[in-house]
Structures are given as C-alpha cells and as structure tokens.
C-alpha cells in the first residue's frame, strides 16, 4: 500500500502539506485497524474548489471509461456543483487506488482536516469490499449519460451509499486519535 500527498494548483502550502503528509500517514495506520476493508494505495490531493472540480471531473472520466467530449462537459458541470458544497471527496480508480481530494479552504484547522480525513479514508475502506467498485462504475456511467442503470440498481445505490456515509460518520470519532479534540 503506496500513500501519496500533494497539492494541486496551490502555492505557498508547504507548512499545510507537511501537516496533511503527517496526518494522512497516521489515520491510514488508524483507519486501516479499525475499519473493516483493505487500504488501497491511495493519493491525497489538496486543493482549492475550483482544483477539486477539475480533479474529480477527471477522476469521473476515467471511471466511466470514456473520452466523449459531451460526457466530459457533463462531468465537469456536475463536479463544480458538488464541489461547491464539499469538503472532501474519495473516488475509487479503475487500477484499485483511491483519490481523495480535499479542500484545504474548507478546513481552517487540523482538527477539521483530520475529522475530514477519516471520514474519506473510511470510503476507501469501503472500496475494497465485494461489489463497491462496479456500483459506483455503473452509478458514474448513469450520472454522465453513457449507460442507464435499472431502476432497482439506481435505488440499491442510493441505499448503500447512505449506510456507507452512516458509516464514515460514525468512524469520525477516530479523528480524536490523530488531534485530541478533533471531534468536540
């Protein structure tokens, strides 16, 4: 298991990049013994919204398995869109790594950085488990328009994920681990 972090169109965060680099080795140690799964290699990417959009525009992309202009479009619309509202997000590759993308904007501590890095680390977690990968492949593909999935995936979707988000809330306590009073 490879862990990378790096920061993707942002200068003058050396000090930021160390405290996530530090942090991130820790909760994958954290996460790993406490979550059910496997850690995959996995790659941290801090960012700003505006890079958070391009990334998972592009990670989207490539999990759907396509280079349609259209689709692209499609992709980067729904990734500003979420991007607005989010803190973090992890996306599974199609090689069997993870992306998690943060935005460092977002988290004026460490506390909030290490709650938020928790709870995206518990969904790689998850990606490892029987049936996670394909799921959200097939959800990709609908959400861009390449391939409709049937009514009772697109509800068997919907109803895991929130158990999975359910789940990565309740694993955010960990975060006391990293920061003591993270989670106050």
């Known amino acids: 298991m490879k862990t990378s972090v790096r920061t ?13 680099t530090r942090l ?9 013994r406490r979550v059910p799964g496997r850690m995959t290699d996995l790659e ?20 759907a398995g396509t280079v349609d202009r259209s689709v692209l479009r499609r992709a980067e619309r729904a990734a500003r869109t979420t991007a607005r509202d989010a803190q ?6 199609p090689d069997g790594s993870a992306l998690v993308v943060v935005n460092v904007d977002r988290h004026p501590g460490e ?3 290490a709650v938020t890095l928790v709870h995206e680390l518990t969904h790689v977690m ?3 488990r029987k049936g996670v990968i394909e799921r959200a492949v097939r959800n990709v593909r609908d959400r ?19 158990q999975e988000e359910a789940e990565a809330y309740g694993c955010e306590h960990l975060a006391d681990h990293l920061v003591p009073g993270a989670c106050h």
């Open 144 to 162: 861009l328009r390449i391939e409709r999935q049937s009514w009772r995936n697109a509800r068997e979707h919907d109803r895991l994920l929130r």
């Open 8 to 20: 993707h169109k942002l200068s003058g965060y050396s000090a930021t990049l160390r405290t996530a």
């Open 111 to 113: 506390g909030e950085f």
């Open 88 to 93: 973090a997000c992890a996306i599974p590759r």
């Open 24 to 32: 991130t080795e820790q909760a994958v140690k954290l996460v790993d």
């Open 44 to 63: 941290v990417v801090l960012t700003n919204e505006r890079g958070m959009a391009e990334l998972m525009a592009s990670a989207d992309v490539l999990l």
């Open 126 to 128: 998850q990606f490892s």
